[in-house]
């Protein structure tokens, strides 16, 4: 009965085996795990699912794919100089090291790009889901947006004496012409903002308190604290807690709102008919529209 090789090169042979099919396998997970992904994201029709859903796992996703390219670079890195490595000598250890390495370079920027620098790739797709106008399934008409004069939040009854409050903001889309009405809800926590320091959009709440009541014990006011998780910068906003449930938005008579969301910035540029010419920048269309109401190029100097 013939024996198996137990040595050195039976074991580089079995080695280099290894590799060779590793990087077939892995290479093999970056693309299936991409692409279903992308096609389970694309099989979500709704536009608040597909929100929620890319918000809690694109960056989860992400992660997988880079940490099987990282994988996959070692192993072909681990395939140079198979005809040279025949024992267990010095060139096999450093090309092991030298994989270790790339592939720990690998997966510590593409987390850092995910953290600090995707955020604000996935906030534009996210805003632009959020805003996207709603159909209403009755008739397929178009709904709009309702305006909301003041910045209130939200709390669930169960959250009000909860010492680790998360408020909620909400969406409120009307059909014109039926009146009907569609609430959508956003856990105010999961929301990334954009830190005012370092530009990211990595500033997230990490604590919410309720700073006032009203005098039947309901919250009245809430201070949001953000921290942003790249230059740790800290800031608080306080916001006024709403009385409003799902059925008193459906009661209420509709001020609808520009679909504006996707808009950070305006900016625009005044031309006299003498050649003087004025630009100027705006957070809001209201604040844009304010302007020119008040506007009077012969006054500016």
Not at 111 to 119: G, Q, S, V
Not at 247 to 272: C, F, M, W
Request: charge should be neutral; proline fraction near 3%.
């Amino acid at each position: 009965m013939e024996s198996k090789p137990t040595g050195p090169s039976s074991f580089i042979e079995a080695f280099n085996d290894f590799v060779f099919y590793g990087v077939i396998a892995s290479f093999a997970l970056v693309f299936i795990i991409y692409f279903f992904y992308t096609l389970r994201v694309s099989l979500i029709k709704d536009p608040k699912e597909k929100y929620d859903f890319i918000n809690l796992n694109e960056i989860k996703w992400y992660k997988r794919v880079f940490f099987f390219i990282g994988l996959t670079i070692a192993f072909i890195i681990n395939l140079y100089g198979t005809e040279k490595v025949l024992t267990i000598d010095l060139l096999f250890f450093v090309r092991g090291f030298f994989s270790i390495a790339c592939a720990t370079l690998v997966g510590y920027v593409s987390a850092l790009i995910l953290e600090f620098y995707y955020p604000t790739k996935l906030n534009l797709k996210l805003r632009k889901l959020r805003y996207t106008p709603r159909i209403n399934p009755k008739n397929g008409h178009k709904m709009r947006l309702l305006r909301e004069d003041e910045e209130d939040v939200h709390l669930n009854e169960g959250m009000q004496a909860a010492e680790n409050i998360f408020s909620i903001d909400y969406d409120v889309w009307v059909d014109e012409s039926t009146s009907d009405v569609k609430i959508e809800k956003y856990q105010g926590h999961l929301i990334a903002l954009q830190c005012k320091n370092c530009g990211f959009y990595t500033m997230k709440v990490f604590m919410e308190e309720i700073i006032e009541r009203n005098e039947d014990g309901t919250p009245r006011e809430l201070l949001k604290h953000y921290q942003c998780s790249y230059c740790k910068n800290v800031r608080a906003t306080q916001f006024t807690v709403s009385k409003k449930e799902t059925e008193d938005y459906k009661l209420q008579k509709p001020k609808l709102k520009r679909n504006t969301g996707n808009i950070d910035a305006v900016k625009i540029d005044l031309h006299s008919t003498l050649g003087a010419r004025k630009s100027y920048e705006f957070k809001s269309i209201e604040e844009l529209e304010k302007f020119l109401k008040e506007f009077d190029f012969d006054k500016v100097s």
